[in-house]
């Protein structure tokens, strides 16, 4: 078991269980990773909404943190999107997953990726996967005690707000689509190099495989930054939209054959994404989620009575009611250790058998 520590727990952690396997993922979603996804959602929600489906039939909704698990039960998760219908009815009729999107920024790629095939397969009726890849130009470590850093903000006595953070910056270029380091007082705080979007789309009946290419998936990648080119995203997202209508007229069929769906099914889909705002938008989250590894440092090494690390109890009692501290490279909990916050991050790894149980920032 790895237990990393925290001051701060700003929102709710998002959990996936694979018994199979004897994996845990724990993710606390920074602004940079959440961003992507909402600006999707905000696309995805009208285009569903105005399709002429019958309302009083079913309803389709676009989620964000929606949980689903398989039928045997040995796998749950939360994606960060998903679009599913659902019953308005008496019928029994189980909700059916059309569309999973997720975001990894500070997480284990390969990780993500056995995640989402997991999710496929617990949900086969899914016609449309979305992949969002932010990628650190290296990952994020706080600053260590005694650098520069450490030495300018212990004299503060608050937390600088976000706005003085930003004043502070050494480099900054006023360009909407500059993502360049987010560097305060020698240290970076955020420096994301690569945007990258990757889309499956179900074709027949076979479900969706992301690691491979097969006849029952058509895939394609793009690139919104450092350079947008994302015109066959745009049209594989189109055919995935179309899918989503038709999976809407089968629910609907289900619940009452005698439905007319005609309008619905000739209804075509106009998807026309604004990828430079998406683009400007992950821009400010990155500085959103410097500012955000900024208030998690500071407040593990400047709030409290600190301690160094050779104060900490490592006799291996843990207790939930205890004193968290700063983690040197994201915004992990677990259980903590009896003692007060300290000055360095420490994380404990503990193996029963081995396999790990993995914590990421998202």
Not at 212 to 232: C, K, Q, R
Request: aromatic share 6%; proline share 5%; hydrophobic share 40%.
């Amino acid at each position: 078991m790895q237990v990393m520590e925290t001051n701060i727990l700003a929102k709710k952690p998002r959990l996936t269980h694979i018994a199979s396997e004897g994996i845990l993922i724990v993710e606390l979603p920074r602004s940079a990773h959440e961003v992507p996804l909402s600006e999707l959602r905000g696309a995805f929600a009208p285009i569903i909404e105005q399709m002429p489906y019958d309302n009083t039939l079913i309803h389709p909704s676009v989620e964000m943190n929606l949980s689903l698990k398989s039928s045997s039960g040995d796998f749950n998760a939360t994606p960060d999107l998903s679009i599913h219908l659902a019953r308005l009815s008496r019928r029994r009729l189980k909700p059916e997953f059309v569309c999973i999107g997720e975001c990894v920024f500070s997480q284990d790629q390969d990780t993500l990726l056995l995640k989402l095939q997991l999710e496929v397969d617990a949900h086969s009726e899914v016609v449309m996967v979305v992949m969002i890849v932010l990628t650190e130009a290296r990952p994020y470590h706080s600053p260590e005690e005694d650098s520069t850093a450490w030495h300018i903000f212990r004299r503060h006595s608050e937390c600088p707000s976000f706005e003085e953070f930003l004043d502070m910056v050494e480099i900054m270029d006023e360009d909407s689509t500059w993502l360049g380091p987010v560097k305060v007082a020698g240290h970076t705080w955020c420096l994301i190099s690569n945007v990258n979007y990757h889309v499956w789309v179900k074709v027949g009946e076979k479900k969706i495989n992301i690691n491979m290419v097969s006849s029952g998936t058509v895939a394609a990648h793009g690139t919104l930054f450092p350079e947008i080119d994302m015109d066959t995203v745009d049209v594989v997202i189109h055919q995935g939209l179309l899918k989503i209508r038709d999976a809407m007229i089968q629910f609907n069929k289900r619940l009452d054959p005698q439905a007319d769906t005609s309008l619905l099914e000739v209804t075509d889909v106009l998807w026309d994404f604004n990828w430079s705002r998406c683009q400007a938008r992950i821009v400010n989250a990155a500085k959103c989620t410097a500012h955000e590894h900024f208030e998690d440092w500071y407040s593990g090494c400047f709030r409290g009575t600190k301690h160094s690390i050779e104060d900490v109890d490592t006799s291996g009692n843990f207790d939930t009611s205890a004193a968290t501290s700063q983690s040197s490279d994201s915004s992990q909990t677990s259980l903590s250790p009896k003692a007060p916050p300290l000055t360095r991050a420490r994380s404990r790894v503990m193996n029963r058998d081995g396999s790990p149980i993995f914590l990421s920032l998202g």
